[in-house]
């Protein structure tokens, strides 16, 4: 079974108001993602070792294995980005009332907490992603990986919230002014309704 560029859970034009035009969806998700899928599939029928593995069994495959770093590159990219459209919401920013009180609990207060995901987000160098998990002591942490790398690889913990902070994903809504993306991902497109749920089923 072939790998498939998962369908967006919202138009792609739904956003274009909160800070993420049609354009940037269609080619970040239609090329860009696009492109990881193809890439990933390709490799999967060049190599018969990654025959019938599921997406995270190649991630944990080819993760240290220096001549797998394009499987894992694009095996990776596959899986965050999915993390990604899934943590983006055209009703986005609200942060409900379980997932507030675990956010105060851990971090302190809300505003530590997007703190704490805006310096992480601002402060990866070059490509990558800022992430909200819950690590194995079941205690919210604010991670950081760069290029293909996640949580799932990394073994920080179970993801909650993403955000992509490689260039192509806000330099047509944003040009340079990656603090100015973070914000607006905080406030009005992430996804906390799905993080709460994640939460409760962990
Ligand atoms: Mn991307």
Redesign the pocket.
């Known amino acids: 079974m072939a790998f498939e560029l998962p369908t967006l859970p919202y138009a792609v034009n739904s956003m274009a108001d909160a800070g993420m035009c049609q354009e940037t969806l269609e080619l970040?998700h239609g090329k860009?993602?696009q492109t990881y899928v193809t890439a990933l599939n390709g490799f999967v029928e060049s190599k018969p070792e990654l025959a019938g593995k599921s997406l995270e069994e190649i991630i944990a495959h080819s993760r240290a294995d220096a001549s797998l770093t394009p499987v894992f590159n694009n095996a990776g990219?596959h899986w965050?980005?999915s993390q990604?459209w899934e943590s983006l919401s055209p009703k986005g920013g609200a942060i409900p009332p379980v997932l507030e009180k675990k956010l105060i609990e851990d971090f302190g207060s809300v505003d530590a907490f997007k703190t704490a995901f805006r310096q992480a987000a601002a402060t990866q160098f070059g490509?990558g992603w800022a992430w909200l998990v819950l690590d194995a002591d079941g205690k919210l942490q604010v991670t950081k990986t760069s290029n293909a790398a996640s949580p799932l690889s990394e073994g920080q913990g179970r993801t909650l919230l993403t955000l992509?902070v490689?260039e192509?994903?806000y330099y047509l809504d944003f040009r340079n002014r990656r603090p100015d993306y973070i914000t607006n991902f905080i406030e009005n497109l992430a996804n906390f309704e799905r993080a709460e749920e994640l939460l409760k089923s962990a």
Request: hydrophobic content about 15%.
């Open positions: 970040h860009h993602h990219q965050n980005h990604f490509s992509d490689w192509h994903s």
